[in-house]
Structures are given as C-alpha cells and as structure tokens.
C-alpha cells in the first residue's frame, strides 16, 4: 500500500523568504510523485511532477522539488515566495498497485505569506 | 481548450436525499476520476473510469456509484445522503491508457462541486 506523509499542516513565510514543504513517502512498489496547488474555491493545479531521471525536478512558479528514493522523501522549494503563493499545497504519490492505478494524496500544507 | 468543467458548482441537500454530480473531461481524455475533499483534508480517492469501464475503486460505501459516458463524461451519484459526506467533490481528467498503465500522467482537475448536507 502506499501512503503520504506532509510533515508540516501550516508554513507561514514572510514574503521574500525560503521555503520548503515536506512530504515523505512509502509504497511497496516504484512511485510517481507529484505536487498540486490549490487556491481558494478551485481545484488542484499540477505544480510539478517526477517520473525519472534528474532528482532535482523544476516546476510552475519558481518551484523545485527533490527526489530522494533513500529518504523516501520529495520536498518542495522555493528559494522565495510572494503573496501569491499563498494556497494549500497537496504531495501525490501514483502507482500501478492491484491491477489500477492509483493516485494517494497527502494531507496538504497551507502555504501563508506575511508581508 | 475548455479545462474541466463540473456541475453543480454548489449543492445543498438534505440528509437520506440523492445527488448526481457531473464531470466534463478536457477534449481527448478518455480517463475520469472522482475525488472527495473533506476540509482540512487532501483528496480521498473514489472511482476512476476509463472508456466507461471502472478502474479503480476506493474504500467509499456502496451509495457512492459512478458511470462514464461514451463522450467521455461522467457522473457520480450518491444515494442515502448523510451528515459526514458533506465535501468538495473534485472530478480530474487525464489521457488514460488502454493497459491502464497512465499512472504517470498527470490529473486535469474541475473546480469542484460543493455539497453541503444538512
């Protein structure tokens, strides 16, 4: 079975800063990974996605992810954020597991900007 | 290209009532999924159909069915409505594969449709 793990429910940044979200993983058999963003009142936007090769995945926004099969993590980053990045943040994990495919989603981060 | 689209954008029903909820898939994608939003919460799995045949089901109760039309677009019902299925139900499109192999594609998401039961 496979599962999601975001370690931080809130991530309040002042605007400029860092950021990562974390989120760790586990599955029995070889994963996707995935992050979406959701603003207010819409669905989720794929913000970037690893299916192979580099681990040092680059996405929408000014975002980067990283693979990391021995931690079994993919944390999220943005060397700075602005008001705009304000939203919830959900890490996906997808696998062929008992004959379908399967997309298992995280709990989410919520993603605050001070100014 | 229009994006997903759903329907009803909001719903209010009442305990023990019937609701259908409809999802319009991105024009070429053949695979349509349905997800429940509780707040606070990530997106539960529930169906996913592909060429109107269902190929994946979460752990929701039988009141939760779906179906796929042959335009590709989809409906989710859920009979016997209570108090606790009160969520965000998000419908997301992707190309879909006939092996079903297309775990890697990204999903396409609607805005949702709101349901509230009371």
């Known amino acids: 079975a496979q599962s999601v793990t975001q370690l931080d429910s809130q991530v309040p940044v002042f605007e400029e800063a860092p950021v990562e979200l974390r989120c760790n993983y586990s599955?029995?058999?070889?994963?996707?990974l995935f992050w979406y963003v959701q603003y207010p009142n819409q669905g989720l936007q794929l913000l970037l996605k690893?299916?192979?090769?580099?681990?040092l995945v680059k996405g929408i926004n000014g975002f980067e992810a990283e693979f990391n099969k021995s931690q079994t993590s993919f944390h999220l980053r943005k060397p700075s954020v602005h008001i705009s990045d304000t939203a919830e943040y959900f890490c996906?994990?997808?696998?062929?597991?008992?004959?379908?495919?399967?997309?298992?989603f995280g709990s989410g981060t919520r993603l605050s900007i001070r100014p | 290209d229009a994006g997903v689209t759903q329907s009803p954008t909001h719903l209010i029903k009442t305990r023990g009532q019937q609701v259908t909820l409809r999802c319009s898939p991105i024009?070429?994608?053949?695979?349509v999924s349905w997800y429940q939003q509780v707040l606070g919460q990530g997106p539960q799995f529930i169906f996913q159909?592909?060429?109107?045949?269902?190929?994946g089901r979460g752990n929701f109760p039988d009141r939760f069915s779906a179906r796929q039309f042959p335009n590709y677009s989809s409906e989710l019902n859920v009979n016997a409505l209570l108090l606790g299925d009160s969520a965000l139900y998000l419908c997301?499109?992707?190309?879909?594969?006939?092996?079903?192999?297309?775990?890697?594609?990204?999903?396409?998401f609607g805005n949702g449709t709101r349901l509230t039961v009371t």
């Open positions: 997301a499109s992707s190309l879909g594969d006939e092996g079903g192999t297309d775990y890697n594609s990204p999903l396409h």
């Open positions: 599955s029995s058999v070889s994963v996707y």
């Open positions: 690893y299916l192979s090769g580099s681990t």
């Open positions: 996906a994990v997808s696998a062929w597991y008992s004959s379908a495919s399967k997309i298992i």
């Open positions: 024009s070429g994608h053949k695979s």
């Open positions: 159909y592909y060429e109107k045949e269902e190929r």
